[in-house]
């Protein structure tokens, strides 16, 4: 239905015919595609050693999320460097709206991912609560920014390098 509302509409039109081909990868390989796992899969870690500490009260829980809140942000600042790259120099990802919302949902997880790990580098008593409801948080904006992530690729095509045989 969409489809036929936007037929003939001149700005969707010229958005279409921009380029939104990966710009940043390696041997046709986008970067950003292999580097956003290791948030999403840190931020989830993050908040399972949470819930195993709050039922064990095992302290291994607290520094393994010390670790891996690190690491989450760590990763999602390079995930995000990444992105951004895409996003300000490749014209047909920088045009369209979908980009800027899953950027704003990454950035804000990425900032949430930074405060988690900095109450726990500060006191290692603040997990619980704080550290758990940040983990908690964290893990939502991870499934927001994944999923509109995933709708760049899948419903608009971005960052896909097709070549001409293809
Ligand atoms: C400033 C932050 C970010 C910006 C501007 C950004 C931008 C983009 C862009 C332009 C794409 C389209 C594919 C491409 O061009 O490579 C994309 C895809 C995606 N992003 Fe991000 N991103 C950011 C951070 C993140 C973070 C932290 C995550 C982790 C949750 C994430 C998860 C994804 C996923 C799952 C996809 C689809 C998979 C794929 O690229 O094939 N992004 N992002």
Known sequence: MNETRNEGNPVIETVKEESVESAIAVAG?????????FP???VIATLGCDIFYWWTGDLFWVRVSLWSSGFAFASGVVAGLIGTAELLFVQGIRIRVASWTHAVAAMTLIAIAGANWGVRLQDEAAVLPYGL??????SIFTGLAGWHGGKLVFDHGVGLIVGPDE
């Not at 390989?29 to 796992?37: F, Q, R």
């Open 133 to 138: 409801m940040l983990s908690v948080l964290a």
């Open 29 to 37: 390989h986008p970067l950003h595609a292999m580097t956003v796992h």
């Open 40 to 42: 999403i899969a840190l």
